[in-house]
């Protein structure tokens, strides 16, 4: 069996649980002062890695669209290697390279076989895309078509114009305000100089964090962070983003021909450790966060058959991250079902949940739990949380505790504290009520 097919049959079986008990995090920092995050996990000899910077879309600047393009396009060319070389060198090691951002982080993951010839060189050509990306001109006009392609194409659907107008609505002139993607003119106004100044400036020691789950051992974990890193510039510390803005109510209508209206609707109003995630994560549950049970679902889609689905979030970030609620219904039903949405969060904000409605959340909560924390891939992701938010080293072993603690009073504070739905921001994306003609 080849190399590659044999990572790929392992990959089939690193999805199946791996970890029997909540996973013992070991923490320390290399010798460049960067943190690293290790699960050892022996059962299947794989390695997940992540290495986290702080290059999200939020440190854009004046670039929309630069943290997005740039983390792209680190394995399109780098130490003189075209893209196609590095693809190959990955697959003849059987390594699995991929990248995600959102508006607070730019991640770089790579699954590789714990095996040291293999892992050597797969780590190898990571450091290479770390630390040595070219931005070739080419792969850049490329990246950049396909881009503004996606762009277009988010236009044509209704969820992504009310998502992007939500946040412009929520955050105003804060950098979480402007689309992950940047918007057709940032796009276009980019250059290869611009890809290269933010990844100078971002994808330094300073601003990285390491996550490492797989079968090996601590010491071999210390090298290879230490290699990680080592040919990153030193750097310095990022500015803390700014503040978001008090909440404003504001409400826009979007013109869009579709037979369903979106609607969301929500504020600014949690962080990654604000001391009332958990009372407003569980109280959410019961409100819109829990599926086919929830307080809005029953509502909303049950009783009064206005929406197919119906839900409520809240979203963490490193400033305050977001509050929100959402359907989709017919446009000859939209006012009445924003009408009905904005009541329930209202009566929920000022009565919270039952007795048995909380008590049926932590069981739902608590009972799935180990199921979020059963493959290795899972773990490395919540290391990789912990590590950029800098949560604490228990944080999932105390994590059920902490929804057990949870009471009714709990909740109904926080959500009285935190949210106001006089303050929310509305958006609804659709037809206008006397325009019926069909799609």
Known sequence: MSTKHYLLTLVLLVTAPVLKATPDIQHWQTEHGVDVYFVAADEIPIVDIHVVFDAGSARDGDHAGVAGMALGMLADGADGMSANAISQAFESVGAEYGTSLDRDMASVKLRTLAEEEARTAAVDMLIKVLSEPDFPQSDFEREQQRSLVGLQAKKQKPGSVASDAFYAALYGDHPYAHPTSGTEDSIKALTPADLRAFHEKHYTASNATIAVVGA?????????????????????SLPALADVPAATSSEERIEFPSSQTHILIGTPVVERKDPDYFPLYVGNHVLGGGGMVTRLFNSIREERGLSYSVYSYFYPLAKSGPFVAGLQTSTAQADAALEVLRNEIRDYIENGPTADELEASKQNITGGFPLR?????????????????DLPLDYLDKFNDRVEAVTREDIVDAFQRRLDVAEFDTIMVGRQPDDNADD
């Open 216 to 236: 090996l051992t601590r010491d071999e974990v210390e090298d290879l962070a230490n290699r990680l890193v080592a040919r990153l510039p030193a750097g310095e």
């Open 373 to 389: 924390i059963d493959s290795n891939s899972s773990i490395v992701s919540y290391l990789a949380v912990i590590g950029f938010y």
